[in-house]
């Protein structure tokens, strides 16, 4: 199985573009999670989603949008890019607490780079 | 909410050291979770506790569930340079979110020759 994927690895912004970070996870996890993770600093939840078609909102929304159309994908829109927005991204998948996360916990992708200049 | 603290924030040590690090919560948990996150990747699970006094190991790693319920230590012995990373602890957390666990801030762990 190869887990979460997350694409790409790396990517150089300017202020104002947009862009769309891939997430996908083949182990038929219902929970879905976007994190960022600045320097030295540890992980800020930005969007999650328990299943298809339902999203909502983390500690650290703004500036962001996620949709959750298919069990497998959980994308991140950044809109109007800013270098606030300079971090390492990392999507993560679970089940629930009660289907198996206990044991399992999450699941993390390899995380995006991204850098906004 | 609930939040976790960890401590060490950071810390350098000699190869071949042993290495305790841990981390501590304002509520009960009844699971602690241990993560590594090596210099360009993303965490991964070592060791996962259930019980009040567990003792868990994986390989050079032992993990503890502290008796309290809202403590948990984990000690690496014999450090070797792999060992480099960020240890992140995490617990199941009340729905504040929707997700299933809150992270610890992280120990950063540096391993010098």
């Known amino acids: 199985n190869a887990g979460v994927t997350q694409t790409p690895k790396f990517r150089i912004l300017k202020i104002g573009q947009s862009m769309t970070l891939q997430c996908t996870q083949d182990?038929?996890?219902?929970?879905m999670y976007w994190y960022r993770q600045d320097p030295g600093m540890g992980l800020k939840l930005i969007y999650y989603?328990?299943?298809?078609?339902?999203?909502d909102k983390g500690e650290v929304p703004n500036g962001y949008n996620v949709s959750r159309s298919t069990t497998e994908d959980f994308p991140l829109r950044l809109e109007l890019a800013a270098p606030s927005q300079t971090s390492v991204y990392f999507c993560?998948?679970?089940?629930?607490?009660?289907?198996?996360?206990?044991?399992?916990?999450?699941?993390f992708g390899s995380g995006t780079r991204l850098t906004v200049v | 909410g609930q939040q976790l603290n960890q401590s060490p924030q950071s810390m350098f040590i000699q190869e071949g050291e042993d290495v305790s690090m841990n981390c501590t919560s304002s509520?009960?948990?009844?699971?602690w979770l241990w993560y590594k996150q090596e210099p360009g990747e993303g965490p991964v699970l070592l060791i996962a506790?259930?019980?009040?006094?567990e003792l868990t190991s994986n390989g050079r790693l032992t993990a503890q569930f502290g008796i309290t319920r809202k403590d948990s230590f984990l000690n690496i012995s014999a450090s070797i340079p792999s060992d480099v990373g960020i240890y992140f602890c995490?617990?199941?957390?009340?729905?504040?979110?929707?997700?299933?666990?809150?992270f610890g801030p992280g120990t950063r762990l540096s391993v010098l020759p």
């Open positions: 182990m038929n996890h219902n929970y």
């Open positions: 509520s009960i948990f009844n699971t």
């Open positions: 506790l259930y019980k009040a006094g």
């Open positions: 989603s328990v299943g298809a078609g339902i999203t």
């Open positions: 993560a998948s679970s089940y629930s607490l009660m289907r198996g996360a206990r044991r399992n916990g999450y699941t």
């Open positions: 995490a617990g199941p957390r009340r729905r504040v979110y929707g997700q299933n666990f809150v």
